[in-house]
């Protein structure tokens, strides 16, 4: 039997911390305009302000409070950082006046006083001093609220989303003219603090002529509107097939320590299959006649018995208690998307100090938006920050297979950056069902999320599904219980995300670690890689599978000898970064006179998040290098923008696909190829979550000279990065800006020949690196 090593943490060092210099060389990009063409842009633009000059001066006349916004639509080169801050410095006032951004290519701005506009307006008499921005501007429009109708002859609830200007005063006093305005007219309203700073409000069955009204009445309330759309509403469907099976009812082992997982869904039944799992106390929205059960009991089921059922090792988890959250009514109902987030958020804020995981199994009609994150993930959010929990989500079903159309995109929720999202692959095929064995599952939603972001993070067994011959669906479903406690079958993502959640569970029961759901997020993304029979391109496999299905929880948390696995659990502060210059690559690894081995990378990150940016949700990111460099060299800190004292000669990422060989890589007849290779671009920077597997043996002979020979050493760098809004915002309310983040990286002999983890470990000893083994909870009895 082959030894289980348990993986490490290491710590940087002081000599590892490193702060970050400026540079560039002050050339202007391609795209700055001069001359002629200069001119005309400041007369257009000019043009522009003149209007709003007229708007703000009726505006102070009403003596309306409400600020001005108009958006300054950007040049599609002008949308780096870079760029960015030079048109927010441009149309920046003495106020703090830049608010938000729309679709990624347009600004708001707030102004309160006619001054304001002249200021900027005096910027474009100095065109030639201020080109760069002036180019980086293609047009200044007043700001108008987004608005979605309805059919305009049917009454609707109507969800109503205010600006944040940026003001907590600013922004209550509007929501209090609001109240003020619907109330006088009689109208019938619901509000809900989705987040911090995102209050929703459901206006109830009203037609489009109520927002009409409210335009030609009150213009200026009406203009501090974000958006105007008919309520989400949420419902679930299963069709269950009753199997003649029964299942040995499993109890907890007395004196052994067990945690509890949260069910936020329909409810559970207590079956004697659960009625030595289930919590005592539990949260239910509804009353009784309300509820009905079959949905949530069968989640439970799958999370609980799912590995004894399908009589496979899915997820190695061996029991925990459950928590029953009943957040929606039985089928025959619709939910409101404000009363579901009360729901969630209730059952989260009492419950959260003894329920850490929770599973949110839900299928929603409304697929994601390319720019925005929607205002359901944005709750999940803000509830996994505030109170250090994990969510798994669903990433939802789709019947487009049944008109033979391709997927759908996931659906709102599934965009949540901090949640695990699960899509679906098939576990069985029968002759009707679309998919292979280990392929999508013919329901599953696929990504990528707004702003290019990988979701889902993670796949696993939902089911098979196709349609008979009248064209009605067929499914070859996953087991679990129905309501009388019998083996029952049904398909959806609903059913893979609690193996996810279970994973989750059992991982951390393992461990004797403070609650941490940056790193079991990143443990069950690192060891997740694509089914071997899967022949698909690489961005493909990120778009159906996200990273892949995860191992079980032994695999996770142990080494075999041929590998050693590393996290660098920390946090990284505006204008510093982490360059490791002695990172432990053993020497051993060199065969034939240049490095070897298989290395994956898994960089995990707690980005700050605001609402008010939209498409630019994620206002922070952190990239990872890692490779190798010739040699140490000392540095003049004396010279301009040079801060550290040590540098790097000849340094090469060996992250990038240039490096390696096209032809290897299209070879799909390896392990490695089908299962284990990611290298994808990260569009845009700004992506959460990064994973990168690479075989060094399949390098070009050429970058293996320049990278890999046996005189080179090995580097680590880290680095983070900020957008200008939140810079802005951190100077002018004072808090310091910095990132949570968990890396993880695993050296692999192939071969079997090599005892990595030893080596690993003497090597971290040399360079006095802090290191221990994860610590496990073994035999712990909770009687003492």
């Known amino acids: 039997m082959e030894e289980k090593l348990p993986i490490k943490f290491f710590a940087k060092r002081k000599i590892d911390e490193m702060r970050v210099e400026g540079g560039g060389n002050g050339d202007l990009p391609k795209f700055v305009l001069s001359g002629k063409e200069l001119g005309e842009r400041v007369v257009q633009l000019s043009l522009n302000l003149g209007g709003f000059e007229e708007k703000i001066l009726q505006k102070k006349q009403r003596k309306s409070s409400i600020p001005f916004v108009f958006k300054a639509k950007m040049n599609k080169n002008a949308l780096a950082k870079s760029h960015r801050q030079e048109i927010a410095n441009f149309l920046r006032s003495s106020n703090d006046n830049i608010i938000g951004i729309t679709q990624g290519d347009e600004l708001l701005i707030k102004i309160e006083s006619e001054s304001e506009i002249k200021a900027i307006a005096a910027k474009f008499g100095k065109a030639e001093q201020n080109k760069y921005a002036i180019s980086c501007i293609e047009e200044l429009e007043t700001y108008v609220p987004q608005i979605i109708a309805d059919d305009e002859n049917k009454k609707t609830d109507y969800k109503v989303k205010f600006l944040n200007f940026q003001e907590y005063e600013k922004n209550k006093a509007i929501q209090r003219q609001f109240e003020q305005y619907i109330s006088e007219h009689n109208l019938e309203y619901k509000k809900t603090k989705y987040a911090d700073n995102l209050t929703i409000y459901n206006l109830k069955n009203v037609t489009t002529d109520a927002f009409k009204e409210l335009s030609e009445n009150n213009d200026d309330l009406f203009n501090a509107i974000f958006s105007i759309a008919p309520m989400p509403k949420y419902s679930v469907s299963l069709d269950f097939i009753e199997d003649d099976n029964s299942q040995e009812i499993i109890e907890p082992e007395e004196n052994k320590r067990y945690i509890t997982v949260g069910i936020l869904d329909s409810g559970i039944q207590n079956i004697s299959q659960f009625s030595s799992w289930l919590e005592t106390e539990n949260y239910s929205a509804y009353p009784e006649n309300y509820i009905d059960r079959t949905h949530g009991t069968f989640v439970a089921g799958v999370a609980l018995y799912g590995d004894r059922l399908e009589g496979k090792d899915w997820t190695g988890a061996n029991g925990f208690k459950l928590f029953d959250a009943t957040i929606y009514p039985n089928r025959s109902e619709s939910i409101n998307e ?255 006179g240049f490095y070897s081995g298989q290395i994956t990378v898994t960089l995990v990150t707690d980005p700050i998040l605001d609402s008010s940016q939209h498409g630019e949700y994620c206002q922070s990111d952190i990239t990872v290098r ?49 299962k284990e290779r990611i290298l994808i671009q990260y569009r845009d920077k700004f992506h959460p979550i990064k994973k990168y597997a690479v075989d060094l043996s399949e390098m070009t002979e050429a970058n293996k000279k320049r990278a890999l020979t046996e005189n080179k050493q090995w580097f680590l760098c880290i680095e983070g990065m900020f957008r200008d809004f939140i810079e802005k915002k951190a100077e002018k309310e004072s808090f310091d800006l910095n990132q949570e983040f968990c890396l993880i990286i695993t050296i692999k002999d192939p071969d079997r020949q090599i005892n990595v983890y030893d080596k690993v470990t003497q090597k971290l000893n040399a360079h006095n690196f802090l290191h221990s083994n994860i610590k496990l909870a073994t035999d712990i009895d909770i009687s003492l």
């Open 626 to 674: 890692l490779g190798t460099y010739s040699n140490k060299t000392k540095r003049d800190t004396a010279k301009r923008h040079i801060l550290n004292e040590l540098g790097r000669d000849e340094s090469q990422n060996l992250l990038l696909e240039s490096l390696y060989s096209k032809r290897i890589m299209n070879d799909s007849r390896t392990e490695f190829a089908t």
């Open 338 to 592: 404000d009363d579901l987030i009360s729901n969630i958020r209730e059952a989260v804020e009492r419950n959260y100090s003894s329920v850490p995981v929770w599973n949110l199994s839900v299928s929603i009609n409304t697929p994601i938006s390319d720019d925005d994150f929607s205002d359901f993930a944005i709750v999940l959010d803000e509830l996994q920050e505030k109170y250090n929990i994990l969510i798994c989500k669903s990433a939802g079903n789709c019947r487009n297979f049944l008109k033979n159309l391709p997927k759908g995109r996931i659906i709102h929720g599934a965009d949540s950056i901090r949640s695990l999202v699960v899509g679906s692959i098939a576990h069985d095929k029968t002759q009707s069902d679309c998919a292979e064995i280990d392929e999508p599952s013919p329901f599953t939603r696929i990504g990528s999320g707004p702003a290019y972001i990988i979701k889902p993070d993670i796949t696993h067994y939902g089911g098979n599904a196709g349609k008979d011959s009248l064209g009605n669906i067929v499914a070859t479903g996953v087991k679990s219980f129905g309501l009388d406690g019998n083996i029952a079958t049904s398909a959806g993502t609903s059913f893979s995300t609690p193996r996810a959640t279970a994973l989750a569970a059992g991982i951390w029961q393992e461990l004797d670690e403070a609650f941490d759901p940056l790193l079991l997020k990143a443990l069950i993304i690192h060891s997740a890689n694509y089914p071997a029979t899967l022949n698909m391109a690489m961005n493909d496999k990120a778009q159906q599978l996200g990273f892949g299905k995860p191992k079980a929880v032994n695999d996770i948390i142990y080494n075999a000898p041929n590998e050693a696995t590393l996290i660098l659990r920390d946090n990284l502060a505006k204008s510093e970064y982490i360059d490791i210059m002695d990172f432990p690559m053993p020497v051993e690894m060199i065969k034939d």
